[in-house]
Nanobody
Framework: QVQLVESGGGLVQAGGSLRLSCAAS????????MGWFRQAPGNEREFVAA????????YYADSVKGRFTISRDNAKNTLYLQMNSLKPEDTAVYYC????????????????WGQGTQVTVSS
């Protein structure tokens, strides 16, 4: 079992920045692809970004490409999402997730989830 705990969410003005963190425990963090998803009220859970366990590859949704940066610190068992140039449409609960299947785009491909952290971007 892997436990994931997100933090760093909050209220920010449009154009501002936030850095989300996801602390992992319970299993070998470096063995997992780690991803960020978000979900706004009435919407399906949406892929945001992912970081592979090997090769240093990253993946981003088109909606956040160029604004968000995903990174991981395996020594600290922590995943990060640096969010810049935030827009009101980025408002959502952001979830950290982990998987070992080799896939990353769909929520159902992930085995472990955090409780989420609220990000609200005001206009």
């Amino acid at each position: 079992q892997v436990q994931l705990v997100e933090s760093g969410g909050g209220l920010v003005q449009a154009g501002g920045s936030l850095r989300l963190s996801c602390a992992a425990s319970g299993r070998a963090f470096s063995s997992y692809t780690m991803g960020w998803f978000r979900q706004a009220p009435g919407n399906e859970r949406e892929f945001v970004a992912a970081k592979s366990w090997s090769g240093g590859r990253t993946y981003y949704a088109d909606s956040v490409k160029g604004r968000f940066t995903i990174s991981r610190d395996n020594a600290k068992n922590t995943l990060y999402l640096q969010m810049n140039s935030l827009k009101p449409e980025d408002t959502a609960v952001y979830y950290c997730a982990a998987e070992r299947s080799g896939s990353y785009l769909r929520p159902e491909e992930y085995d472990y989830w955090g409780q989420g952290t609220q990000v609200t971007v005001s206009s």
